[in-house]
């Protein structure tokens, strides 16, 4: 089972922290959402699809990824006005594309859920560094909807 490699101090607003690029990984991202947003009382309308759309963004960075071995994957989240941002950093600078999967397909649905709940999203080069993040912002009407 993965371990977060190292997290930042707590933050009332902010939360980083680091994954190794392994299938358990979501999971282990979403625990430290749970944990950072149940420091925000009024923010438990935002856990569900959080988390959703977390565990897809950190899945395609584990499986679609082409970085070198041992490379992490770094995980941010941000909470304001009652908005999570959700950021996924990963050492490859491919950017995501949407794409159809077809029915009978069992992947390749992540980014259209992502597309489709996330109030917000986009992908952006790694400023400074090699590589891309991609984020999401969820906000609580989106998330009540």
Do not use: Y
């Not at 922290?17 to 925000?40: I, Q």
């Not at 395609?60 to 082409?66: C, G």
């Not at 992908?123 to 993040?133: N, Q, S």
């Amino acid at each position: 089972m993965p371990e977060t490699v190292s997290a930042t101090p707590p933050s009332p607003a902010e939360h980083t922290c680091w994954l190794p690029r392994h299938r358990k990984s979501p999971g282990a991202a979403r625990r430290e959402l749970r944990s950072f947003l149940a420091d925000h009382p009024d923010s438990e309308d935002l856990l569900p699809t959080g988390e959703l759309l977390l565990s897809e963004l950190v899945t395609n960075s584990v499986q679609h990824a082409r970085t070198a071995r041992g490379r992490l994957i770094q995980v941010r989240f941000g909470l304001a006005d009652s908005l999570l941002r959700i950021e996924v950093h990963d050492a490859d600078s491919e950017k995501p594309a949407l794409r159809d999967a077809s029915d009978s397909e069992e992947a390749g649905r992540g980014l259209l859920l992502v597309h489709e709940l996330a109030a917000q999203w986009g992908c952006c080069p790694r400023i400074g560094g090699i590589g891309k993040f991609v984020w999401c912002h969820i906000s609580a009407e989106a998330a009540a909807a």
